[in-house]
């Protein structure tokens, strides 16, 4: 079929009832879907909006044909299409809990397959019934399905270690420096990240300098990353204080103590009066600081359930000093862009943990934790684009994989 009978094929669907099941979130929709009986065989064409990682298997009792389409939506309706003299007694579709389509072709009789093309540089999809070739169609695209290998973007992580240069952080009894925990931390996890395909690390140092808090998760927006990760070290007045903590930010909290503590800051560089804006103020300015520097920017849910995931792993490695993620009640001043937390990753302030802070093969440990909590993280919630999510979409058309 040439592109113009597909066009006219295409505009007499148009002029039946359309129903519209467009899915939010959707990358990628089906606009429009044709049927072609030739002696050749049947073949169901679709046009999308762009490629759709695509698979198809056959069901038995009674007899179906079932296609996937990963992270679509339906934005025709698939009601008018004549079936007679197909194979087809039934077509129907539904959304798939993981945000995709199924299309569900009801066949007269068992022993039919079917087999997938895509065409139009991946513009179109056909579904070849029968095992025959499509006709006249000029294959221009890959293959998709389950030969196609997942193909997509890295997760870009901005890492910042937190203080440096002359500012030291928190400092232990013996003297030991937190910005030297945080960068030889933060310098593993960016390791790490590096090491993993679908992965990609930036460190906002990786020498000791200074760098103003503003610069820090700027560098992150610029980047457009799909993380911001600050490391830390606490300290508190009592020395039994231990653990890690995870910081990210609440969308409740009051417009009026983030507006205080603006005028505050305007008037006073030291960050006096961030106990007025955080409901468990970090003992480290910095923190704080840093902190507020993230509401500028933070995807807030998305922030909590890295956050959660982050804490999760810590766990048994660092102990916790807070058991669930600690939000700041910041309000959101700019519109959400990039997803930000903040690690402590024990307290200087404490002699046990500021001993193993030390200790490269904790730190080596931490930053494992630290990863495996975002790695869990992205794998659930893969976004759009990403080699995860074309990961995800492949592993889910592997055959016995049901959606
Ligand atoms: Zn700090």
């Not at 996890?189 to 808090?213: C, E, M, S, T, Y």
């Not at 494992?368 to 909590?373: H, T, W």
Request: glycine share 10%.
């Amino acid at each position: 079929m040439d592109r113009r009978t597909f066009l006219q094929l295409l505009f007499a669907g148009c002029t039946l009832p359309v129903t519209r099941l467009v899915l939010a979130n959707t990358a990628e929709q089906v606009r429009g879907a044709v049927l072609r009986q030739a002696a050749e065989g049947t073949t169901l064409l679709l046009d999308l909006s762009g490629p759709i990682p695509a698979r198809t298997f056959t069901l038995e009792a009674p007899p179906r044909l079932v296609l996937d389409l990963q992270g679509a939506g339906l934005a025709t309706s698939l009601d008018g299409l004549a079936l007679k003299g197909t194979p087809i007694k039934a077509i129907r579709s539904a959304a798939t809990a993981d945000g995709g389509l199924r299309i569900v072709l009801d066949l007269r009789s068992p022993g039919i397959s079917g087999e997938l093309q895509t065409l139009a540089r991946g513009r179109q999809l056909a579904l070849r019934l029968g095992g025959l070739p499509v006709a006249a169609a000029v294959p221009t695209g890959k293959a998709v399905g389950n030969r196609a290998p997942p193909q997509g973007r890295d997760l870009l992580i901005v890492i910042d270690a937190g203080h440096g240069g002359k500012d030291p952080g928190a400092v232990g009894s013996g003297g030991e420096q937190e910005k030297l925990v945080a960068l030889a931390i933060a310098r593993l996890l960016a390791r790490r990240i590096d090491a993993q395909k679908g992965f990609k690390a930036r460190l906002v140092r990786n020498q000791d300098v200074f760098i103003p808090l503003r610069k820090r998760a700027e560098m992150a927006q610029r980047l457009n990353a799909d993380l911001f990760i600050s490391v830390h070290a606490d300290a508190a007045p009592r020395r039994t204080a231990s653990g890690a903590s995870v910081f990210a930010l609440s969308e409740h909290g009051a417009t009026s103590a983030v507006a205080r503590w603006m005028a505050q800051r305007e008037n006073d560089a030291d960050f006096v009066g961030v106990s007025s804006v955080l409901k468990k103020p970090p003992k480290d300015p910095v923190v704080a600081g840093v902190l507020l520097d993230m509401s500028m920017n933070a995807t807030i849910s998305t922030s909590l359930d890295l956050g959660h995931s982050v804490l999760g792993q810590l766990e048994g490695v660092a102990g916790l000093h807070q058991a669930r993620v600690e939000q700041a009640g910041f309000a959101v001043l700019k519109s959400p862009s990039v997803p930000s937390i903040l690690v402590e990753t024990g307290f200087m302030s404490n002699a046990r943990d500021c001993q193993r802070l030390q200790d490269p093969r904790h730190q080596r440990k931490v930053a494992e934790a630290i990863f495996a909590g975002l790695d869990k993280h992205f794998r659930r919630r893969a976004p759009d684009g990403s080699y995860l999510a074309a990961l995800a979409a492949y592993r889910l058309a592997e055959p016995g994989a049901q959606g």
